[in-house]
């Protein structure tokens, strides 16, 4: 896959973040920026017919582990600022009635 | 055993917080204070054991690996800062300390903070810093949205989502530097920025993607919606932490980072100095028309973001800054911490139903004064030392130093709105019984006199700096502080109290989240540009 593919993916998110008025949808666009992000690092860690990182011994022609690394962590942060995000749209939508970022910031406080 | 202090810090609160919520005790508390001890004793020792290195910073790798290990740095700035955490932590304690009742869950994940939090001041290494730099948004956004009101959670999503989208900006920037350097260990990256040609474009980028990221952190000029909402609605010892501390995140970051991308030399000083003076005027002008006491308060964090990074970009140190940094921590967590106590004895944030509160409350009122004088820089307070140190630095250029003037003037007329709630009659109000929140009180208020008096020795014991150009003990001081208050004054008295349609409007004024990100998008687009044109 192209970088640059990848790149339109984070482009795609940011688009979605700017332009989307539900609270659902812009999580979504979150998601998907981090997958673009992690396809793009991936990406350059990789190389046509490389191995997977693990050494018995010998020096074969393996991809960089490094990304592979990171980005294991970056998918779990990214799980849980989705679980979160999902978990507190529950709660709006029990006190506002609704998931539009208009109606939920314009209401009055509630308890 | 001394070295391996820095991982330490981070451990010693986060183990107390499992602990703390695995057992549930009624002792909560008290093994939160005893880690609180533990780390503070642990700092000091540390500090003073390596104060002779604090120019080049004493590297630790976690697990004795060697430079490809994640290695955490202390040197002067991380210690000045990790001293502050440290320090404001404890304030937080006390004021939420209450004998008979613990709340084992929201202790829980204030040790959490703290030690992801000095994790992030610690680390050397990019994509730790992007852990914890996402760790500590959605312990945030927990703590914001802890009071479980439909008002917290809203400002909770927004302030995770939007914080979120800024830090995955970073993270592209991180990506391309690994992808041009081959790693992510920031020492590593600053000496092979040495070798590199000028105007490098992969490099240029992901300098302008980190930057955007960490204006979002740190509540830059058109990504600051997030920060009056969450420091508006949250816990007011939350708020003062947040505002105290959690934003200088940011801009602690902004010092690292403009340090690892010296070498490379982007000129990018004048852009955000406008970027600040924008902030502190957004925050000045819309401080001035809030009527709730904890968003005005938020707005004047704004108007004191922007001040420092004035600071840092005008000097060719960050000794102004970094000042600030820690003085505005100390007081703007006085008045957040004054202002709970207000509001739970009032039950109202409208600072107009408010009045009286010199004769109700007469020893909050006066940590509140001290609070406020410091905040707008009166002579013989903290304020003022940094303030003067920023507005000195620009004395060459008139321009700038009339805009920062006008910041001054209003900060001082918010200043003296909210201090209405201390004349007229008393209205009806509620006993103020725990103790436990005078302390903090008092102790920064000390704190803030003895930083403001005694600057030199202090400026050159605890942060290295020459600071005795700058004298309190002046005419000009007096006359300056005077003018700007008088200024203030006029200001309110005539534009604000009448409360007329303008007003009320830019009261109500609020950025959608998704007009938020656009801005953000636009950010990103101008930094890109001014990088290109360059």
């Known amino acids: 896959m192209n970088p640059i593919l990848t790149f339109i993916v984070v482009l795609i998110g940011f688009y979605g973040l700017a ?30 017919g490389g191995g997977i990182p693990i050494l018995n011994g010998e020096a074969d022609a393996i991809v960089d582990p490094l990304p592979q690394a990171l980005m294991i962590t970056t998918i779990v942060i990214g799980s849980t600022v989705t679980a979160l995000s999902l978990m507190l749209c529950i709660k709006l939508f029990h006190r506002y009635g609704s998931i539009e970022w208009a109606q939920i910031l314009r209401r009055e406080d509630v308890e | 055993m001394m070295e391996h202090a820095p991982i330490l ?22 093994l939160a204070f005893f880690a609180q001890i533990i780390v503070t004793v642990l700092a000091v ?5 390596i104060a002779p290195h604090f120019v080049s910073g004493v590297i630790y790798f976690i697990g004795d690996w060697d430079v490809i290990g994640i290695p955490l740095m202390n040197d002067r700035l991380s210690a000045v800062l990790v001293s502050l955490t440290i320090f404001v932590w404890w304030m937080v304690l006390i004021y939420k300390f209450r004998p008979k009742e613990a709340e084992p869950t929201f202790l829980f994940f204030l040790l959490f903070l703290e030690g992801v939090f000095l994790g992030l001041l610690q680390t050397s290494d990019l994509f730790n810093l992007f852990v914890f730099m996402e760790l500590t948004t959605i312990i945030v956004t927990i703590l914001v949205a802890f009071k479980k009101m439909g008002s917290s959670i809203r400002a909770g999503v927004y302030y995770l989502l939007l914080n979120t989208a800024g830090v995955l900006m970073f993270l592209i920037g991180v990506v391309l530097l690994y992808y041009t350097f081959g790693t992510i260990n920031m020492l590593e990256i600053r000496n092979g920025m040495e070798g590199l040609a000028p105007g490098h474009t992969v490099v240029g980028l992901a300098y302008v993607l980190m930057m955007a990221g960490i204006s979002v952190k740190a509540a830059l ?16 010892a939350v708020s003062a932490l947040l505002s105290g501390l959690i934003v200088k995140g940011g801009i602690y970051l902004f010092i690292r980072l403009n340090g690892m991308f010296s070498p490379a030399d982007f000129d990018y000083m004048d852009f955000f100095f406008f970027v600040g003076l924008a902030t502190a005027l957004t925050g000045s002008l819309f401080a001035m028309m809030q009527k709730n006491i904890k968003v005005l308060l938020a707005y004047s964090t704004l108007t004191q973001v922007g001040l420092i990074i004035i ?21 703007k967590g006085l008045l957040f911490f004054a202002a709970g106590i207000i509001v739970s004895v009032y039950r109202t944030k409208d600072i107009t139903k408010i009045s009286g509160l010199m004769r109700s409350m007469p020893i909050v009122s006066i940590f509140m004064i001290i609070g406020m004088l410091a905040i707008t820089g ?40 909210l201090s209405m709630i201390f004349f007229g009659p008393k209205t009806l109000s509620y006993p103020h019984k725990n103790y436990a929140q005078i302390v903090p009180l008092a102790v920064i208020s000390l704190a803030c006199f003895v930083f403001g008096i005694f600057h030199e020795s202090l ?16 005419f000009t001081a007096l006359a300056t502080y005077i003018v700007t208050i008088a200024f203030g004054f ?28 656009y801005l953000f998008v636009i950010y990103v687009a101008v930094l890109t540009g001014f990088f290109l044109l360059l």
């Open chain 1, 19 to 48: 332009t989307s008025k539900n609270i659902i949808k812009s999580v979504f666009c979150v998601t998907i920026i981090e997958s673009g992000i992690i396809l793009l690092f991936l990406n350059l860690g990789n190389f046509q």
């Open chain 2, 221 to 236: 000029f058109p990504v600051f919606a997030w920060l009056p909402r969450a420091h508006g609605v949250a816990q007011s």
């Open chain 2, 311 to 331: 600071g840092l970009v005008s000097l060719d140190d960050y000794s102004a800054g970094l000042l600030h940094v820690v003085h505005h921590a100390l007081f």
């Open chain 2, 490 to 517: 006029l200001l309110y008295h005539h534009l604000i109290r009448p409360d007329r349609k303008g007003v009320r409007r830019l009261r109500r004024f609020t950025v959608t989240f998704e007009t938020a990100n």
């Open chain 2, 378 to 417: 009166a002579p013989f307070m903290n304020g003022y030392i940094s303030k003067a140190l920023i507005t000195d630095a620009l004395y060459d250029d008139p321009l700038r130093y009339y805009a920062v003037f006008l910041v001054n003037i209003g900060s001082a007329a918010a200043f003296v709105k």
């Open chain 2, 45 to 49: 020792i540390y500090y003073v054991d």
């Open chain 2, 459 to 474: 400026g050159e014991i605890l942060f290295g700096f020459d600071v005795s150009a700058v004298d309190p003990f002046t």
């Open chain 2, 9 to 30: 810090f981070i451990l010693i609160p986060v183990i107390t917080a499992i602990i703390i919520y695995v057992l549930r005790s009624r002792w909560s508390h008290y």
